[in-house]
């Protein structure tokens, strides 16, 4: 006999995935590559966050993901330097002022997009065929 009671579970588990709205699910599918914080003062997480902002308002999307790093120094700033996979797009030291930061990382996205067009091309130009991707 066809017990209602053990569907029951499976029928509410549908139920509730089909219960997400489609915006939600459209947003999950733009997600293309994440911004990954690697830094350890005030300065490089600002940096980060400007970065992220900058690139969220300007729609600026990629495949691959970022990865911020920082080296502090007490005489020079922090040295920042960002990196897609073992690929570095942008390097630059940055004084301890914050108020420079914004306009700073408008310049670094607009030099990682560059930087990245470049790598794009550099790959598909490669003649690596008996290579894997991070022995060239």
Not at 50 to 70: D, H, P, Q
């Amino acid at each position: 006999m066809f017990s209602v009671l053990r569907v029951l579970p499976f029928v509410l588990i549908l139920l509730a995935g089909l219960s997400q709205p489609l915006a939600a699910q459209n947003l999950e599918d733009e997600i293309d590559g994440i911004l990954i914080d690697r830094t350890v003062t005030l300065v490089g997480f600002r940096f980060v966050s400007e970065l992220g902002a900058y690139r969220r308002a300007n729609e600026i999307k990629t495949s691959e993901n970022l990865t911020v790093f920082e080296r502090p120094s007490a005489r020079w700033g922090s040295l920042i330097w960002v990196k897609a996979g073992n690929d570095e797009l942008y390097r630059r030291f940055v004084g301890p002022r914050l108020g420079e930061i914004p306009v700073l990382a408008q310049q670094a996205s607009d030099q990682i997009e560059a930087n990245f067009v470049q790598l794009k091309l550099r790959r598909l130009l490669s003649d690596r065929f008996d290579l894997d991707a991070e022995e060239f």
